[in-house]
């Protein structure tokens, strides 16, 4: 069983900061590749978030994780309380335009992105569909 | 002991019924493995309830150590 007074600690933590990530590592230097790609996602939704290096407690958080959020690994993002996902699902939820929304921010440009349609007469099927005048 | 595919498979098919799952060995270890399951029990739930309950299929072969790392795909 965790840990009472570090799964005291740990709910106060999230229920404080409202996006709040569990990573191994530092998000100046992480320490693992999937806590290193979900800092390269949060940073690019210039959201302020805290973090908490697990490493020093690996063991004991994840037990505690493992209770409160029914989730043992690492990196863990919880935003307004809830966990949201590992790195996996927030590449998602980035991908898809869902992790901005349950931030609350606008989806950033990317640089990098795959290239976009050169103009709108490359994207017929989200155009409106055409009027015809004076039918009907 | 490797991971049974068709096991696991059916597993996670067997506590979602009317779900498809594939199971497979990304790195011909044996041990991380990549399940892409499309379920009914998904409508509406959250990405990480998704994940949850396809781990909670499979919990038996995390606990007995035959699996270490299960990456999921759900699809829509």
């Not at chain 1, 805290?50 to 863990?76: K, M, Y």
């Not at chain 1, 590992?86 to 929304?101: H, P, Q, R, T």
Request: glycine share 8%; proline share 7%; with cysteine.
């Amino acid at each position: 069983m965790a840990d009472q007074d570090l799964t005291e600690r740990v709910q106060e933590l999230i229920s404080e900061n409202p996006v709040l990530l569990f990573m191994k590592g530092t998000p100046a230097a992480p320490r693992c590749g999937f806590s290193m790609r979900t800092v390269q996602v949060l940073d690019q939704m210039g959201i302020e978030y805290g973090a908490i290096d697990v490493l020093p407690a690996l063991q004991p958080l994840r037990e505690v994780t493992t209770e409160i959020s029914d989730w043992e690994t690492f990196p863990q993002l919880y935003v307004n309380g809830e966990l949201l996902g590992g790195a996996d699902i927030v590449e998602e939820m980035f991908a898809s335009g869902d992790l901005a929304k349950a931030l609350g921010v606008e989806q950033p440009e990317l640089p990098d992105q795959p290239e976009q349609p050169q103009s709108a007469q490359d994207l017929p099927a989200q155009s409106p569909p055409l009027k015809i005048e004076g039918s009907g | 002991m490797a991971a049974d595919l068709t096991e696991l498979k059916a597993m996670i098919e067997a506590a979602l019924p009317g779900a498809e799952a594939e199971v497979i060995d990304e790195t011909g270890t044996g041990d991380h493995l990549r399940a892409e399951v499309r379920a009914p029990q998904f409508e509406g739930q959250t990405r990480i309830n998704q994940h949850r309950m396809v781990k909670a299929a499979v919990r038996e072969r995390f606990d007995d150590g035959t699996i270490h790392a299960l990456t999921i795909k759900v699809l829509d």
